[in-house]
Nanobody, 124 residues
Framework: QVQLVESGGGLVQAGGSLRVSCAAS????????MGWFRQAPGKERDFVAA????????DYADSVKGRFTISRDNAKNTMYLQMNSLKPEDTAVYYC?????????????????WGQGTQVTVSS
């Protein structure tokens, strides 16, 4: 089992920045990647970004490319999402996820474990 705990969400004005974190614990050995997804009210849970644990390779949704940066600290088993130039449409619950297999890191099916989510609200 893997436990994921997000932190760092909150309220920010449009154009501002926020960093969310995800700490992983438990059986984290041998994982493939970690990712961030977000879900706005009444909408699907969408891919935001992912990072491969060994290579550090990253992938981003087009909507956040150039504004968000995903990173990880292997020693701390922690992943981060730095969000800059935030827009009201970035408002959502942000979930971190942990993948032990790769069916395509943009797909929820690749991820076995999920955090409880952290709310990010961007005011206009």
């Amino acid at each position: 089992q893997v436990q994921l705990v997000e932190s760092g969400g909150g309220l920010v004005q449009a154009g501002g920045s926020l960093r969310v974190s995800c700490a992983a614990s438990g059986r984290t050995f041998g994982y493939v990647a970690m990712g961030w997804f977000r879900q706005a009210p009444g909408k699907e849970r969408d891919f935001v970004a992912a990072i491969r644990w060994r290579s550090g390779g990253t992938d981003y949704a087009d909507s956040v490319k150039g504004r968000f940066t995903i990173s990880r600290d292997n020693a701390k088993n922690t992943m981060y999402l730095q969000m800059n130039s935030l827009k009201p449409e970035d408002t959502a619950v942000y979930y971190c996820a942990f993948a032990t297999q790769d069916y395509g890191l943009r797909f929820r099916s690749s991820y076995d474990y999920w955090g409880q989510g952290t709310q990010v609200t961007v005011s206009s």
